[in-house]
T-cell receptor, first 114, second 112 residues
Framework: DSGVTQTPKHLITATGQRVTLRCSPR?????VYWYQQSLDQGLQFLIQ???????AKGNILERFSAQQFPDLHSELNLSSLELGDSALYFC?????????????FGPGTRLLVL | QKEVEQDPGPLSVPEGAIVSLNCTYS??????FMWYRQYSRKGPELLMY????GNKEDGRFTAQVDKSSKYISLFIRDSQPSDSATYLC????????????FGGGTRLMVKP
């Protein structure tokens, strides 16, 4: 158990809908990362937050947004969902988000868009 | 072409075999190199972490980085059925952020 929690574990929804994925980092970690894992693209970095502020952005679609709250939990919002958004979404955390820090991954949220 | 290339496998070996997993990359800015193990329907877990070129050993696992060739390897000695998983290499450039770039993963099956 990495200490990172993600809810829900599974999510089934329809095209055009909006969903929110939630992540709680390990105790003491200030930085949160979101990744998407799909069969064709592999594991891809979406976005990183540190202590409530966005620090880095990867291949995140404009339909997707994220935020980190004062209690350090993070939410990833996915809107206008398409079939291709079906994937595993992982959250990871690390102490301060700097280079060389180990990222600890949560168990993931499996999203299925029908 | 992807920044990090990894043979997807599957790689099937008998129990006790030595396993060699490899990644190549194109971005010379990568400084930190990691190997993650991912069991089916689980999150990736860190196995090995190496900075710059060189070797690192931890139990049955050895990680090698050759920055001049842009090539990294993970060796597993005395492989066990419990090693059956997908192995992902990952890299980062060491800037202010800690963004990881992953290979596509190699599926390993160790048969008893």
């Amino acid at each position: 158990d990495s200490g990172v929690t993600q809810t829900p574990k599974h999510l089934i929804t329809a095209t055009g809908q909006r969903v929110t994925l939630r992540c709680s980092p390990r105790s003491g970690d200030l930085s949160v990362y979101w990744y998407q894992q799909s069969l064709d693209q592999g594991l891809q970095f979406l976005i990183q937050y540190y202590n409530g502020e966005e620090r880095a952005k990867g291949n995140i679609l404009e339909r997707f947004s994220a935020q980190q709250f004062p209690d350090l939990h993070s939410e990833l919002n996915l809107s206008s969902l398409e079939l291709g958004d079906s994937a595993l979404y992982f959250c990871a955390s690390s102490p301060s988000g700097g280079a060389a820090e180990t990222q600890y991954f949560g168990p993931g949220t499996r999203l299925l868009v029908l | 072409q992807k920044e990090v290339e990894q043979d997807p496998g599957p790689l099937s070996v008998p129990e006790g075999a030595i396993v060699s997993l490899n990644c190549t990359y194109s971005n010379s800015a990568f400084q930190y190199f990691m190997w993650y193990r991912q069991y089916s329907r689980k999150g990736p877990e860190l196995l090995m972490y190496t900075y710059s070129s060189g070797n690192k050993e931890d139990g049955r696992f050895t990680a090698q980085v050759d920055k001049s060739s842009k090539y990294i390897s993970l060796f597993i000695r005395d492989s066990q059925p419990s090693d059956s998983a997908t192995y992902l290499c990952a890299m980062s450039g060491g800037g202010l952020d800690n963004m990881l770039t992953f290979g596509g993963g190699t599926r390993l099956m160790v048969k008893p």
